[in-house]
DNA sequence: CAGCAGGCGGCAC
DNA sequence: AGTGCCGCCTGCT
């Protein structure tokens, strides 16, 4: 299904399904999406994202465990902001994967 | 730790 | 309708 407006749908779908308090990464998402490999593409999904969404877009972040959005950006602070707000803790601008990482796993 | 190449979609020409 | 270029990426060198 090569359909854009159906796979944005997908990754906001997928992006529905992480709790609070917990990250994945973009390439987890795309893969929940049904587009595995396709990691940049969640990036230009919530690139698209409106201001006033209710997804939680801030939950997603690099394979790195970082935000990949420039720190000077306001979205990044934004990002940052939230997640400590969902008990989320930085070490040194990171994310600890092996703790907040949102265990996808088989959807099964 | 930093840099280069690779693979997937979306949008522009 | 087809081709090409770009991106909030990822993994390897």
Known sequence: MNNPTANREAFYLALMSIPAGKV???GQLAALAGLPGAARLAGTVLCGLPEQTDLPWHRVINAQGKIS????????????????????????????????????????
């Open 24 to 26: 994945i990464t973009y």
């Open 69 to 108: 959005l420039p720190e000077n950006s306001s979205a990044y602070q934004e990002q940052k902001k939230r997640l400590e707000a969902e008990g989320v803790t930085f070490t040194n601008n990171k994310i600890n994967l092996r703790i907040y990482g949102y265990t996808t796993l088989t959807p099964n």
